[in-house]
């Protein structure tokens, strides 16, 4: 257990749809990090929030969104979606932002499938 | 673009065979992580990895930077059908996220 939780563990919902995804990251730790993780493209980085604040974006949709919440825990938005989106959604938390090794724990992932 | 190549990218073995996958790539990383992930779970840190050279050892797990820090390898010793899962490998530049190669998928059976 990396003391990570996401919620829920699995969710379905139809074409055009919005859902979000809940992380809450283990005890300390500051960063947050979002991971999509599909066969061909396997695990790509959407975006981190540290504190409240966001610190980087990777490959992160216009229809996607996320947000840090002051007690840390933070949630994903997704809209709009597409079959596309099909894909298992991870959440990582760490203690620092950057610099050193950032080891990231990561949670169970939300499976998410879009028909 | 992928970042890291991770090589080979299927592996079926026996229980008891040794094995060495590799992680490739031509940028040049601060720290390269590798990590195991099981069906339906997340991925599960293994090890860091910082200077170039470094061997660092984990039961039968061995793990080591390239001298440039540019790739890495793991080599497992006489594996077990509970080292089956699917190994990341993941480098850390100056920027805050990390880039995973694809993974190579492992296989072990008694």
């Known amino acids: 257990d990396s003391g990570v939780t996401q919620t829920p563990k699995h969710l379905i919902t139809a074409t055009g749809q919005r859902v979000t995804l809940r992380c809450s990251p283990r005890?300390?730790?500051?960063?947050v990090y979002w991971y999509q993780q599909s066969l061909d493209q396997g695990l790509q980085f959407l975006i981190q929030?540290?504190?409240?604040?966001?610190?980087a974006k990777g490959n992160i949709l216009e229809r996607f969104s996320a947000q840090q919440f002051p007690d840390l825990h933070s949630e994903l938005n997704l809209s709009s979606l597409e079959l596309g989106d099909s894909a298992l959604y991870f959440c990582?938390?760490?203690?620092?932002?950057?610099?050193?090794?950032?080891?990231?724990?990561f949670g169970p992932g939300t499976r998410l499938t879009v028909l | 673009t992928q970042l890291l190549e991770q090589s080979p990218q299927f592996l079926s073995i026996q229980e008891g065979e040794n094995l060495t996958v590799y992680c490739n790539s031509s940028?040049?990383?601060?720290?390269l992580q590798w990590y195991r992930q099981e069906p339906g779970e997340g991925p599960v840190l293994l090890v860091t990895v910082v200077t170039g050279g470094e061997v660092k050892k984990l039961k039968r797990l061995t793990f080591q930077f390239g001298d440039a820090r540019k790739d890495s390898s793991l080599h497992i010793t006489a594996a077990q059908p509970g080292d089956t899962g699917l190994y990341l490998c993941a480098g850390k530049n100056s920027g805050y996220a990390l880039n995973f190669g694809k993974g190579t998928s492992l296989l072990v059976t008694p």
């Open positions: 005890s300390g730790d500051l960063s």
């Open positions: 990582a938390s760490s203690v620092v932002a950057s610099g050193g090794k950032n080891e990231q724990f």
């Open positions: 940028s040049v990383f601060s720290s």
């Open positions: 929030y540290y504190n409240g604040e966001e610190r």
